[in-house]
Nanobody, 124 residues
Framework: QVQLAESGGGLVQAGGSLRLSCAAS????????TGWFRQAPGKEREVVAA????????YYGDSVKGRFTISLDDAKNTVYLQMNSLKPEDTAVYYC?????????????????WGQGTQVTVSS
């Protein structure tokens, strides 16, 4: 079992930056596949970034490539999502997810563990 807790959301102006954190308890992130997803009102949950820490493979959604970065602080057992050059269309609730897998998981249905979500609002 693993428990996930996101933090770091908030209100930011377009062009600004935020860093989301996802702290895990129970097991170490480095043994899990990890993903960041987001869901805006009336829209389906979409993958933002995903990482297989065992293989090093990374995936970014097309809309965030070059702007968002997923990283891991092994000592803190915390995964981060650095978000730069934010746009109003990035406004959503952001969730981190994890699953016991060595693979790169890019679909929400592949994950069994989820955080509670953190709101990100980007004003124009």
């Amino acid at each position: 079992q693993v428990q996930l807790a996101e933090s770091g959301g908030g209100l930011v102006q377009a062009g600004g930056s935020l860093r989301l954190s996802c702290a895990a308890s129970g097991r170490t992130f480095s043994r899990y596949a990890t993903g960041w997803f987001r869901q805006a009102p009336g829209k389906e949950r979409e993958v933002v970034a995903a990482k297989s820490w065992s293989s090093g493979r990374t995936y970014y959604g097309d809309s965030v490539k070059g702007r968002f970065t997923i990283s891991l602080d092994d000592a803190k057992n915390t995964v981060y999502l650095q978000m730069n050059s934010l746009k109003p269309e990035d406004t959503a609730v952001y969730y981190c997810a994890a699953d016991v897998s060595m693979g790169l998981l890019t679909q929400a249905k592949q994950y069994n563990y989820w955080g509670q979500g953190t709101q990100v609002t980007v004003s124009s």
